[in-house]
């Protein structure tokens, strides 16, 4: 069965630190991939998706994410972290049958500190 | 830029009664879906609905749910007689077509409380 896994519960980076949020998927095939963000009381945002070509995605606000079939991974990364950034992020795998659902990890959440 | 709609943004009901939560989803949009998200866990599927009918639901989504696109704009999940379980924030999305690459856009979502 399709599934995701994010390993990071909860991670606390400094402004200005770079980050890594690590996603884990299991799929029979090349799956499809989405990372949303989800700030307090707001709907869920798509930062990015990979669905083919270079494995090395961008985004909006400054995220990229890689592909990596080899290590069954879609880590979400940005350089340089802003207090805004402060949300909780999920990682996703779609569904390739005809309904297409989604199927998300646990979700990470992220602080910044000063 | 089009977005996904949804009222009301939050509701508090009795144990038992009924609850409908409602969607607006982008205009050319094909494909619609809820999902919820129990505080504190994962977001999860719970029904998807294409041509004016279900195409897949989770085990979550028994004969207490049910979805209606009553006016080819609305889209509503309607649970019959909620519980304290049926707790959650639930989200609506939309996405223009089948193909498993294209994006769902998701709405703020309905905080539902069930007292």
């Known amino acids: 069965a399709q599934s995701v896994t994010q390993p990071d519960i909860h991670i606390t980076v400094s402004e200005g630190a770079s980050l890594e949020l690590r996603c884990n998927y299991s799929y029979g095939a090349t799956p499809y991939l989405f990372w949303y963000v989800q700030s307090p009381g707001q709907g869920l945002q798509l930062l990015l998706k990979?669905?083919?070509?270079?494995?090395l995605v961008q985004g909006i606000k400054g995220f990229e994410a890689e592909f990596k079939r080899s290590q069954s991974s879609f880590n979400l990364r940005k350089p340089s972290v802003h207090w805004s950034d402060a949300a909780e992020y999920f990682c996703a795998v779609v569904a390739r049958n005809q309904g297409g659902k989604l199927i998300f990890g646990q979700g990470t959440e992220l602080s910044v500190k000063p | 830029e089009p977005e996904v709609t949804q009222t009301p943004s939050h509701q508090v009901t009795q144990m038992g009664q009924e609850v409908i939560l409602r969607c607006v989803p982008i205009?050319?949009?094909?494909?619609f879906y809820w999902y919820r998200q129990i505080l504190g866990q994962k977001v999860e599927f719970l029904v998807s609905?294409?041509?004016?009918?279900?195409?897949?639901k989770s085990e979550i989504f028994d004969d207490q749910f049910s979805v209606e696109r009553p006016d080819g704009s609305n889209f509503t999940l309607k649970i019959r007689s909620t519980k304290l379980e049926d707790s959650a924030m639930y989200f609506c999305a939309s996405r223009v077509s089948g193909l498993a690459s294209e994006t769902q856009y998701f709405g703020p979502g309905t905080r539902l409380l069930v007292l």
């Open positions: 205009s050319n949009h094909l494909y």
């Open positions: 609905f294409y041509n004016n009918e279900i195409s897949e």
């Open positions: 990979y669905f083919s070509g270079d494995t």
